[in-house]
């Protein structure tokens, strides 16, 4: 790690193959260029009030690397005027940075979109909610309106789309510049599901966050609560039952497989394939009722906790398990086979939507998506905790980069996520499900990182003195990916931007957390 970044970062304990470097401003800006330099990922960017301990905020990267995720600290003086922007060498973090300017009141240095991202008038100028000293009686600002960058020329207009939509999705303005049905250009609004996720932290205690990490994006409740359950034990120095690892595991393969069948099925109901809606929303029905009878939530929420798991899987439940893959697996592959065969349907997947490899690669393209686009990364495979490493994962890679490939990399994971169940089933050992947990050393810090269906899903804890959370940070993937939905409708036409919306499926509330 030392000859990547120039010095040599902390290895912290924990599940995670990780580190942590505390650095200066020309160590940050340095170690940015050299992990850009050999290829390395900017996974998250935020930051914390730390002034009760001195004069200063921190700042935080989190970078994957060959060995695993390093994380940088870098001190900001109160009085100083910003940090080095990092948004120049990973496109990812603009977005990261304008939201930790809004929060914290922290900017950064050397960027050329100083917009406001997350403030949507909800705070008066001059007042931050991540400082200590914020109170949440303070009165909003005026609803501020927002720059959006204009598209001249003869015949351009503009279609805004949202904030508030015709479904039950949640709110996001897309403000498209066209010409006839061609879109030059997709500028997104997002913020509108903003919760204080991370101030939310800061009132519960370590033992017991895993509840609020849980309902960062409900389809992805598995990934942030296992997330969330790496980050406590690494900073509390636990280790998990074997048995748990084991089930927070099935459950995970669990949730990816609900979110695959339910998108597939979205997919075919938007290239006007309505029977597609009917099975998949069939299967999927039947696949959170079991998970309701054996797990006693539909979404498997609050089963994973710091310490280990609280879900008993009888031999009984078990065997359901098994059969109902068995079934699935059959349907799945008659399914695919009639979406491979439709030519209607290939028409408006193929080409549709693609983001090229290169692209991906420059922009940070994440998770699902990303490895449609010949991103390879999976840490399933790549940084494998227990029990992935005794399971011998497929990576499911396509380099076509369009609607088609994001749907064939769905059905590939679904049948791969099935054999992982089975051998999950069959191999897990017995014994205690959870371990008592020790009081928290003050400044402990932890990560948690998982892959969850849509990608990449990390929390970051810090202890405070008295057993709770003095500073959370949850990260969605859809932070990298909301950009490159921008890029992947451009040359397309308006008609297309559902369907290629939905292959994405990214998560409002996760990125607005």
Not at 274 to 294: C, G, H, I, M, T
Request: aromatic fraction near 8%; include cysteine; charged fraction near 25%.
């Amino acid at each position: 790690m030392q000859s990547v970044l120039g010095f040599e970062p902390t290895r912290l304990s924990g599940a995670v193959p990780a580190a942590l470097g505390r650095v200066t401003a020309t160590q940050w800006a340095e170690a940015a260029r050299r992990v850009h330099e050999a290829g390395g990922r900017l996974v998250a960017l935020w930051g914390a009030d730390h002034r009760d301990r001195g004069d200063s905020f921190s700042i935080y990267a989190a970078y994957a690397m060959t060995h695993g995720l390093v994380v940088l600290a870098l001190p900001v003086a109160a009085h100083a005027s910003g940090y080095p922007a990092i948004s120049g060498l990973f496109p990812a973090a603009g977005r990261m940075e304008r939201a930790l300017r809004d929060l914290l009141g922290v900017a950064a240095e050397g960027t050329d979109d100083t917009r406001a991202w997350l403030r949507h008038g909800a705070w008066s100028e001059g007042e931050f909610p991540l400082r200590r000293d914020f109170t949440a009686a303070a009165s909003p600002a005026a609803q501020d309106r927002y720059p959006f960058v204009r598209v001249e020329g003869d015949g351009v207009h503009e279609i805004p789309v949202g904030p508030i939509h015709a479904g039950v999705i949640e709110p996001g303005h897309f403000r498209f510049s066209i010409v006839g049905e061609k879109v030059l250009r997709l500028e997104e609004r997002l913020g509108y599901t903003h919760k204080g996720i991370d101030k939310g932290f800061e009132s519960f205690a370590i033992a017991d966050g895993y509840r609020l990490a849980g309902r960062v994006s409900g389809d992805s409740t598995v990934a942030y609560a296992w997330a969330y359950a790496q980050a406590a034990e690494a900073l509390l120095a636990v280790v998990p039952p074997p048995r748990s690892a084991w089930l927070r595991a099935l459950m995970l393969e669990r949730e990816r497989v609900a979110n695959h069948l339910g998108d597939l099925g979205a997919l075919g109901n938007d290239a006007a394939f309505a029977v597609a809606l009917a099975q998949f929303s069939r299967l999927k029905e039947d696949w959170l009722r079991l998970n309701d009878r054996v797990f006693g939530h539909r979404f498997m929420m609050d089963r994973i906790v710091p310490g280990g798991a609280d879900a008993a899987v009888s031999p009984a439940h078990a065997e359901a398990l098994a059969r109902q893959c068995n079934a699935v697996e059959g349907e799945v592959d008659a399914l695919r086979r009639i979406f491979d065969d439709h030519a209607g349907l290939q028409d408006r997947f193929l080409t549709t939507g693609r983001v090229k490899p290169d692209l991906a690669r420059a922009l940070g393209l994440a998770g699902l998506a990303g490895r449609a686009s010949g991103q390879a990364f999976d840490l399933r495979v790549d940084h494998p905790c227990d029990p992935y490493s005794a399971l011998e994962v497929k990576k499911i890679v396509y380099a076509g980069g369009d609607v088609a490939a994001r749907v064939n990399a769905r059905f590939d994971e679904v049948r791969e996520s099935l054999r992982l169940i089975r051998a999950i089933l069959l191999e897990m050992p017995a014994g205690e499900l959870r371990v008592e947990l020790p009081a928290a050393r003050a400044g402990a810090f932890g990560i948690g990182w998982v892959e969850g269906w849509r990608g990449e899903v990390m929390v970051a804890l810090e202890a405070g003195d008295d057993g709770r959370i003095r500073r959370g940070h949850a990260h969605d993937p859809s932070w990298q990916n909301w950009p490159l939905l921008e890029h992947a409708v451009m040359g397309n036409i308006v008609p297309d931007f559902p369907l290629i919306n939905k292959s994405f499926n990214l998560s409002y509330s996760g990125q607005d957390s």
